[in-house]
C-alpha cells in the first residue's frame, strides 16, 4: 500500500529512486494518476524553508514545482516526472556528445539561466540537475544548495557543492552570483564537448583555483571562445546568461572576411591565453582582485588583436609587423597600432567630486596613422578599456574615442576622434555631465565576448584608408557608435 502525502494537493508516494546529492527522491502519482517525482530534505533547525522553496513559475526551461510543503520531518518537493537527466544522456552517448548535440543543450541551459530573475543562483548546476522535459533540457533543484549550505557545518561543503563543477569563488566560501552558475556552465560545456572533465581531481580545490583547463579541441572557434571564457579564474571577467544565449543562438556561417579569419584563430593563441588567466587563489584583497582581473583583461585583449592582425596580414601580404606593444604594422601610408595595457586606478573617472560613473581594470588604445594632411589630419584613436561601463561587476573591453568640446575655441587635434587614458582627468570630465573641455565622441561600446566581427571591420576599413591615403576626418562628430554608458550614483 502506497503511502498518501497531503500538502496543497494529495499525492501518493512510491518507491525510492535516488539518494540524491541532498535529500530522497521518490516515484510519486497524482490525483489523476500523472507520474511525478517527489522529493523529501529533512528539515533542519538551521535553514528555514524559504531557502529551499524559490518560487520559479513560468520561466523558460526551468522544472516547475507543482507542490511544496511540510510533512512528518521533511520538506516536500513534487516536481514532474522528466524523460532523463543529462548525465543520462551522456552516459548514452558513450560519455561525449556531438557539436551539434552540445549545442542543443547549451542552448537550452544559457535560455534557463538567462530568463530567471536577478539574484537567483542555482550554484549546484551538473548533469545531474539538468532534465529534458517537454523536449528541451531544463534546469532542477533550485534552492537544494542554499539550503544544503545553511544547514552544512562552515568548515564543510561536501553537500552544498559538487566539486567537479565548483567554482573557485565557491571554493573560497565567498557569495555566490549568477557568474558561479557560468562557471559551472562551463565545466558542463567542456565536459559533454571534449567527453571529460576539465578539473578531474583529486584535489579539486587547488584545480579549480590554480589550474588553466586542458585545451579545448575539435570544437567551432565561437564555442571555443564561450567554454574558455566561462572557466575564467575571476568571475568578474565571464560573460553573462545573455551574452552566452545570444551568441549560441547567433551560431552560423560567417559571411565577413574578418570574420572568417576569427573563427579560425590559431588555437595555440587561446590555448595560451588560458594558461595566463589561471590566477592564485587565496588573496581576498581588493587590490589582488583587481590584479586577477587585470591578468584576465590582457590576455583577453591580446588574443583579439592577434586575430585582427592575422586577419590583416592573410589580406594585405605586403603588411608588415613590428615587435612594438601589442601591435604595430604598417602598409604603404598606413600605420595601426595597439600599446601595452595599463592597468587603472579604482574611482579614476571620478570628476567634480562625483564618484565615477563605472569601474575602469585596465585600457589600452588603437590607432590609425598616415601622413599629414594640408589639414595637419593625421588619423584616428580610440581608448579600449576593460571596465563595467553597462553592468555593475560585469567587465569587458569596451571601445571609446573623444573629441574637442565644439564650444571650446582655438584648439585643434591632428588625431580626431582621440583617445585619453581613464587616469586622465579629462576623460573624467567627458563622463561628468558638466561641459569640460573634452567630450565622447563615440560611446562605449563592447568589442568582446561576440562582439569582434564588427571591431575588426571597423578597424580594418579604417587601416586600409590609412594606406591608400583616404583616410579623412569624420564628417561629423560626435560619431553614432550605439554605445552607452552606467550613470554615476550620486
Not at 101 to 125: F, P
Request: net charge negative; with cysteine.
Amino acid at each position: 500500500m502506497m503511502t498518501t502525502i497531503t500538502l496543497n494537493k494529495v499525492w501518493e508516494l512510491g518507491k525510492q529512486i535516488d539518494a540524491g546529492g541532498f535529500g530522497k527522491i521518490y516515484e510519486g502519482i497524482a490525483f489523476d494518476h500523472t507520474p511525478v517525482v517527489i522529493k523529501l530534505v529533512q528539515k533542519d533547525p538551521k535553514a528555514s524553508r524559504e531557502l529551499l522553496f524559490e518560487e520559479l513559475s513560468n520561466f523558460s526551461n526551468i522544472i516547475p514545482i507543482l507542490d511544496k510543503g511540510e510533512w512528518e520531518k521533511y520538506y516536500v518537493l513534487v516536481m514532474p516526472r522528466a524523460q532523463k537527466s543529462l548525465r543520462l544522456y551522456i552516459e548514452e552517448n558513450g560519455g561525449k556528445l556531438s557539436i551539434e548535440q552540445s549545442l542543443i543543450v547549451l542552448t537550452d541551459i544559457a535560455l534557463g539561466l538567462a530568463s530567471i530573475k536577478d539574484g537567483v543562483v542555482h550554484r549546484d548546476l551538473k548533469p545531474e540537475n539538468i532534465l529534458f522535459y517537454k523536449d528541451h533540457w531544463c534546469l532542477a533543484d533550485f534552492g537544494i544548495a542554499r539550503y544544503a549550505q545553511a544547514t552544512t557545518a562552515p568548515d564543510t561543503n561536501k553537500f552544498s557543492m559538487s566539486p567537479q563543477y565548483a567554482s573557485p569563488e565557491q571554493w573560497r566560501n565567498e557569495r555566490a552570483t549568477s557568474a558561479t552558475d557560468i562557471y559551472a556552465f562551463g565545466v558542463v560545456a567542456f565536459e559533454i564537448t571534449q567527453g571529460k572533465l576539465p578539473f578531474p581531481g583529486p584535489d579539486f580545490r587547488e584545480e579549480h583555483l590554480t589550474t588553466s583547463p586542458p585545451p579545448v579541441v575539435e570544437c567551432p572557434s565561437f564555442l571555443f571562445s564561450i567554454i574558455v571564457e566561462c572557466l575564467y579564474k575571476p568571475s568578474s571577467a565571464r560573460p553573462t546568461p545573455a551574452n552566452i544565449l545570444a551568441r549560441l543562438q547567433k551560431n552560423k556561417i560567417p559571411t565577413s572576411p574578418a570574420v572568417n579569419v576569427l573563427q579560425s584563430v590559431n588555437q595555440a593563441v587561446v590555448e595560451k591565453i588560458s594558461h595566463r588567466v589561471a590566477v592564485e587563489s587565496a588573496k581576498e584583497s581588493e587590490e589582488h582582485q583587481r590584479a586577477e582581473i587585470y591578468k584576465t583583461a590582457d590576455a583577453s585583449i591580446r588574443q583579439i588583436i592577434k586575430t585582427l592582425e592575422d586577419s590583416i596580414i592573410s589580406y594585405a601580404s605586403a603588411a608588415k609587423s613590428s615587435p612594438s606593444g601589442i601591435l604595430s604594422i604598417q602598409l604603404d601610408q598606413g600605420k595601426l597600432t595597439v600599446p601595452v595595457v595599463k592597468p587603472a586606478t579604482k574611482g579614476c573617472l571620478g570628476a567634480y567630486g562625483q564618484p565615477a560613473p563605472f569601474d575602469v581594470i585596465a585600457y589600452t588604445s588603437i590607432a590609425v596613422q598616415k601622413p599629414k594632411d594640408r589639414y595637419e589630419y593625421e588619423g584616428r584613436s580610440h581608448s579600449l578599456w576593460f571596465c563595467d561601463a553597462h553592468n555593475e561587476g560585469v567587465y569587458r573591453w569596451f571601445e571609446l574615442s573623444f573629441m574637442i568640446h565644439p564650444l571650446i575655441g582655438g584648439q585643434r587635434s591632428t588625431m580626431d576622434p582621440f583617445e585619453i587614458a581613464p587616469t586622465n582627468a579629462l576623460a573624467g570630465e567627458a563622463f561628468s555631465g558638466f561641459m569640460g573641455s573634452r567630450e565622447l565622441a563615440w560611446q562605449p561600446t563592447p568589442l568582446d565576448q561576440g562582439e569582434e566581427e564588427q571591431f575588426f571591420e571597423r578597424w580594418i576599413k579604417f587601416f586600409a584608408a590609412a594606406s591608400s591615403g583616404q583616410l579623412g576626418h569624420p564628417g561629423s562628430l560626435p560619431e553614432n557608435s550605439n554605445g552607452k554608458f552606467r550613470r554615476a550614483r550620486v
